[in-house]
Every structure is written in C-alpha cells, then in structure tokens.
C-alpha cells in the first residue's frame, strides 16, 4: 500500500487505461443486437400503460396540477351558471339610422340589452350574424350583470336569442319569441325600422 | 394509482365538455350538408341562409339528421321562393319568401305580390306578413291587408310600425284579427305622402308647366 501511495497518479493512469480499453466488436453482431433492440420497443398504447403504472414523481405533481385546475374551473362554472328567474330587458329601440347611398343596404344600429347577473358571458345569435356565438358578444361595462350589444341591422323582421355562458340557449323574455318548428327551441322576434 | 386515473379524466374532460357545449362542427365535413350547399349554388340561391341555418341546429343541440332535414326544407322553400318573386331584387328577399312559405304562405300569394310590386324589395313586407300569419291571424286576411298597403304605396317603416303594432296588440291581448282591422285602418287612414303617391302610381304624375 505504500508503494502505491508513493506512485498513485501512475497507478490511476495505468486502470484507467486499462478500463478504457474496449474489446473488439464485430460490427455485423453489433448490427443483429441493435435490430433486436429496435424491434423490441413498446407499442405507444403500452408505454402509456408503462407510464401510468409506474411511479413518477413528475407525473405525481402534473396530476395534483390537473386536478386541482380541473376541481377550480368546475366550481367557477357552477357559480356563474344562470339561474332560473332571470330577468332580461328586451332590445331598446333603433338608436341611429345610417344611409351610406341611395342604392346601399340601409342598415339601422339597434340595441339589444339583457339583464343576466348571474352570467360570465352572453352573446347575441341571429339571423344577422348566421348564427355565430362568437360574431356579437355582449359586454357589462357596469359589472352589475346588464349586458348590451349594438349592431346594425338591416329594417325588418330579424330571430335572435342569448347563448350565456357559451351553452344556454336563452330566449328574450321581454320580447316576442316565435316557436321554432325545426330544433324546438324558441327565438326572440325583433322588428326594426328606421326612426 | 387513483392520481393517474385523475389525470385521464382530466384529459377526456374536454371531449365531454363539448358535447354539452352544443358546438358547431366544421358544416363542410358533413356530406350531407356540403351536398346541400353546393345544390344552393348550382341552383342559384344564396347559400349564407342554409349555413345559417345548420349552425342554429348544431347550436340548439340537433342531431346532423335533423340540420340536414332542416337546411333541406329551407332550400326547398328557397327554391319555390325564388321562382315566385321572379325576378328577384335581393337574396334576402328569397329567405323571407321561404319563411313565409314555412309558415303556409302560399307560393301565388307572392306571385300576386311580385305582379303588383315589380320592382320594390319585398323582404320588409314579407318579413311583416309572415310575422301576422305566426301571430295566428288568417293567412288570407293577412296577405290582403298587407298587399293593400303595398298598393297604396306605404313606406317600409310603417309597414314594419303596423306588423310591430299587431304583435304589441296581441301581446296585450287583443284577439288577432281585432288587432290587424285597428291597426290596419290606423294605416290605411294615413294621407299619402309624395313618395308614397309616386310608388302607387308613377304614371299618373302631372307634369309641372
């Protein structure tokens, strides 16, 4: 032992140039064992079994992650979700009236006004905007839950509802609805004119 | 074990959420439909009503079965419109036309219209006749009342005035043709205004010295 104290850094030098040392391979078998290996991998549907079985710490933490943000946004649905009893405002009258040319469609701007405090978001769908939750959301400037959209619509007769939430089909109650003998569910009429 | 069964729920959790979300799939994915609305080019209607009329479906919570019987109807009725308010003055004139079709309106009540109004837009005064047939009055009663006011030249605001008169009445609680003689004779008692004059009879203008 003490002779290796003596001459450590020879002693390391000479193993470690011993280990680094690798046998030859022949490469038609190193070919053969990497093809085997290939072949072996896991279809997808059993590395996700793999995966789930096994334990993992980061999996652990992505999982408490999901289920918590899973667990909020089911409670702020159910908060905000309408609620039977709701009262709405039926669209105000014609406020403007634009002419841009004799020959141009006249087009008229025309309130609507609902009153939804229990809603996180409204949208106006008609006829005008083919239907399209997403064409004409409302916004409550005051936060006290009275909603309200202007656009401009051409003079006659136009179907409309509220989709609140993006899911609850909502009739005008204050305005006159028209049974839908196609889908069943109701739709406001609004009549529009110029001033 | 329970942790990971969370996170599938979590990931199937969106696929659930949208079909109580009632979304609109893309309509041109459907065969049906896009057969549809490439048959509304072909025959020269506007196809906007039909893909209008799918996303309400789709949007109300219809099965594709439904939407397709539906968007075919309307074309149907848009067809029959289009051939009766020849020559037409706009395409929205076609939907109102099919609606009041949709509603028992039948198609010589706007052929008589068209003969009356060749060149005047009818999609006012057809969304007004519709509005007094859904509003339970006479088919008939209504047609005449408002093709008398076409007659007489009245401008699209009273026309829609008068349908949104029937229906406040009605509301109210008055019985429909109560409602249609008040109202229509409050119209009909109105003087004529000059554009009114000029519509009803152009010809008979004298010209000024």
Redesign the interface.
């Known amino acids: 032992m003490d002779d290796l104290n003596d001459r450590p850094d020879e002693v390391i030098s000479a193993l470690v140039a011993r280990l680094q040392r690798m046998p030859a391979s022949e490469p038609r078998a190193r070919a053969a064992i990497l093809a085997r290996v290939r072949g072996r991998t896991p279809a997808p549907w059993k590395a996700a079994f793999y995966w789930l079985w096994q334990p993992s710490v980061p999996a652990a933490a992505l999982v408490a992650v999901a289920v918590v943000a899973l667990g909020a946004g089911y409670a702020g649905r159910a908060l905000v979700a309408p609620r039977p009893g709701l009262v709405a405002v039926e669209p105000e009258g014609p406020a403007l009236t634009l002419v841009a040319n004799p020959g141009a469609p006249r087009l008229v701007a025309t309130q609507f006004v609902v009153e939804l405090p229990a809603a996180a978001s409204v949208s106006l769908v008609g006829e005008f905007n083919g239907w399209d939750p997403a064409a004409t959301p409302l916004v409550d400037p005051s936060g006290r839950g009275a909603w309200e959209a202007s656009v401009l619509l051409p003079p006659g007769r136009h179907l409309y509802a509220y989709v609140v939430n993006g899911t609850v089909w909502t009739p005008d109650p204050r305005a006159p609805q028209v049974a839908d003998p196609d889908f069943g569910r109701a739709n406001s009429v609004a009549m529009v004119s110029e001033r | ?1 329970l ?2 069964v ?5 990931l199937l ?1 969106p696929v659930v959420s949208a079909q ?3 979304t609109v799939p893309d309509l041109r994915s459907i065969p049906e439909l896009a057969y549809e609305f490439d048959k509304a080019v072909a025959l020269g209607i506007p196809m ?2 039909l ?3 799918a ?3 789709f ?4 099965t594709a079965e ?2 397709h ?2 968007v075919r ?1 309307l074309s149907a009725k848009m067809v029959e419109a289009k051939e009766a308010l020849a020559p037409v003055q ?1 395409p ?1 004139e076609i ?2 036309g099919a609606k009041a079709l ?1 509603q028992g309106v039948p198609s010589s009540v706007l052929r008589a219209m068209r003969r009356t109004q060749r060149t005047r837009n009818l ?2 005064s057809l ?2 006749l ?2 007094l047939v ?1 509003r339970k009055i006479p088919m008939q009663r209504a047609a005449d009342e408002v093709n008398k006011m076409l007659q007489r030249g009245v401008t ?2 009273v026309l ?2 008068f ?2 008169g029937v ?1 406040g009445d009605i ?1 109210a609680g008055l019985a429909p043709t109560v409602a249609l003689d008040i109202r229509s004779r409050g119209v009909l008692s109105l003087p004529q205004g000059p554009a009114q004059g000029a519509a009803l009879a152009p010809a008979l203008r004298i010209p000024p010295p």
């Open positions: 074990m942790a990971k969370a996170i599938c729920a979590v959790a109580s979300r009632n906007a009503p893909e209008a009329k996303r309400e479906g949007l109300k919570g219809a439904r939407v019987v539906a109807n706009s929205n939907l109102e949709q999609e006012v969304g007004v519709t509005e859904v699209e605001g829609i005035a349908g949104r229906q509301s």
